[in-house]
Nanobody, 120 residues
Framework: QAQVVESGGGLVQAGGSLRLSCAASGSIFIVNAMGWYRQAPGKQRELVASVTSDGDTNYADSVKGRFTISRDDAKKMVYLQMNTLKPEDTAVYYC??????????????WGQGTQVTVSS
């Protein structure tokens, strides 16, 4: 089964930190670009951070300087280090990966989401 799975979400007080992890697993063979999206109640889904296969990163202005995206190609994983968390960071965070199986076409895979709640 080709899938991506997030972990690391939870409840944290404002100013705290969390690290989200996302693993491309199952029959996924090669991963290209990877990223993190989030969706808060009543809000549209937004891109938080992304990283290309070349290592180029992109961040939403709201998280720039606080969040860091990184990837480990050997493990086919992507991480989101979240520092100085704010209540407005509360959302369900989704990992996405452009990936392919051994013989398959490139496609976007999405994780099930992990809840991040930042209390004041």
């Amino acid at each position: 089964q080709a899938q991506v799975v997030e972990s690391g979400g939870g409840l944290v007080q404002a100013g705290g930190s969390l690290r989200l992890s996302c693993a491309a697993s199952g029959s996924i063979f090669i991963v290209n670009a990877m990223g993190w999206y989030r969706q808060a109640p009543g809000k549209q889904r937004e891109l938080v951070a992304s990283v290309t296969s070349d290592g180029d990163t992109n961040y939403a202005d709201s998280v720039k300087g606080r969040f860091t995206i990184s990837r480990d190609d050997a493990k086919k994983m992507v991480y989101l280090q979240m520092n100085t968390l704010k209540p407005e960071d509360t959302a369900v965070y989704y990992c996405t990966a452009k990936a392919r199986t051994t013989f398959g076409d490139w496609r976007d895979y999405w994780g099930q989401g992990t809840q991040v709640t930042v209390s004041s």
